[in-house]
């Protein structure tokens, strides 16, 4: 699928009338450098929408990109980053407690990112049980599969499988474009 539009709309750092819009929302999560802003420009083809950087943790509010005017990808910033001072990152495990489980956004659902050679960190557990408890609609992204031989992938899909107590990941690299329209297709309208 070609995503023709995405436009940047706003970053936030608390409510906002963005979050009453009754438009799907797609929040993309997970640990600093993961790859979050890669699989959001990944998904809509372009390499700059979103700011990649190699400055771990440096997004610091929740932006929202409008997609084919119908979706909203989310960036939210990354969490468990160790190098962010300690009130200012539960600062940010406030925001992103708040925006995914306060009830106020509406219709959304979530990615969660997680490094497929590294597997599931201790951060990305405690997020899984806590969207599986508020029950929030989300999937989970394997990024960065191009870092692991084809050959060595099946047993590193078990070991993350085992991990996570689920088996329902989609593999995928942001650099090389593998698992983009299976991705996609969970994200479009949903
Ligand atoms: N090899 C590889 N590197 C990736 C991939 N996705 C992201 N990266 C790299 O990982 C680093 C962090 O990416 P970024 O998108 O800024 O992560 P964020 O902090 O989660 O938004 C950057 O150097 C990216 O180029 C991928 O699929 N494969
Ligand atoms: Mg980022």
Do not use: C, H
Not at 170 to 182: N, P, Q
Request: charged share 30%; no cysteine; glycine share 8%.
């Amino acid at each position: 699928m070609k995503t023709e539009n995405a436009t940047f709309i706003k970053g936030i750092r608390g409510t906002d009338d963005i979050i009453f819009d009754l438009k799907p929302k797609v929040a993309f999560i997970g640990r600093s450098n993961v790859g979050k802003s890669s699989v959001i420009n990944s998904l809509v083809g372009s390499k700059k929408l979103v700011k990649s950087s190699s400055m771990p943790g440096k997004t610091r509010e929740i932006n929202f990109f409008l997609i084919n005017e119908e979706t909203y990808f989310v960036d939210l910033p990354g969490y468990g980053f160790a190098k962010i001072k300690s009130d200012q990152r539960e600062k940010l495990r406030k925001l992103i407690v708040w925006y995914l489980f306060s009830g106020e956004a509406e219709n959304k659902k979530v990615v969660l990112i997680i490094d497929f050679k590294i597997g599931p960190s201790e951060f990305d557990l405690e997020m899984l049980r806590l969207l599986q408890e508020n029950n929030i609609d989300y999937i989970v992204v394997a990024n960065k599969i191009d870092k692991i031989s084809k050959g060595a992938r099946i047993k590193q899909v078990k070991k993350i499988e085992k991990d996570l107590g689920e088996g329902n990941i989609i593999l995928y690299s942001a650099k090389t474009g593998e698992g983009r329209d299976v991705l996609l297709n969970e994200v479009i309208n949903f």
